[in-house]
């Protein structure tokens, strides 16, 4: 069993930075991957970042690619989402998510279904 907390969210103008933090217990955070999705009302959840076991291997969504950074802290068992210049469309509930399992690579990190353990969200709300 893995627990996912995350936290850090809140209400910025557009422009504006946040950073998101997922707290992971449970089973050994270094031996697997983790990834960032959101949803936004009415829309599905969507993929927005993911990194391998290491943290030397990371993917973005485009609509977040130069914007977004991901990474973890091992020792910490915790990672971690950097995101700046936000934007209004960038308004939605952000998860973490786990893949413990060990499913993820440069061919399936952005499907939801690779990731077996998930956090409870937190909210980000972009003001124009």
């Known amino acids: 069993q893995v627990q996912l907390v995350e936290s850090g969210g809140g209400l910025v103008q557009a422009g504006g930075s946040l950073r998101l933090s997922c707290a992971a217990s449970g089973r050994t955070f270094s031996l697997y991957a983790m990834g960032w999705f959101r949803q936004a009302p009415g829309k599905e959840r969507e993929f927005v970042a993911g990194?391998?076991?290491?943290?030397?291997?990371?993917y973005y969504a485009d609509s977040v690619k130069g914007r977004f950074t991901i990474s973890r802290d091992n020792a910490k068992n915790t990672v971690y989402l950097a995101m700046n210049s936000l934007k209004p469309e960038d308004t939605a509930v952000y998860y973490c998510a786990a893949d413990t399992s060990g499913w993820f690579s440069g061919s399936n990190y952005y499907r939801r279904n690779i990731y077996d353990y998930w956090g409870q969200g937190t909210q980000v709300t972009v003001s124009s």
């Open positions: 990194i391998n076991w290491s943290g030397g291997t990371t």
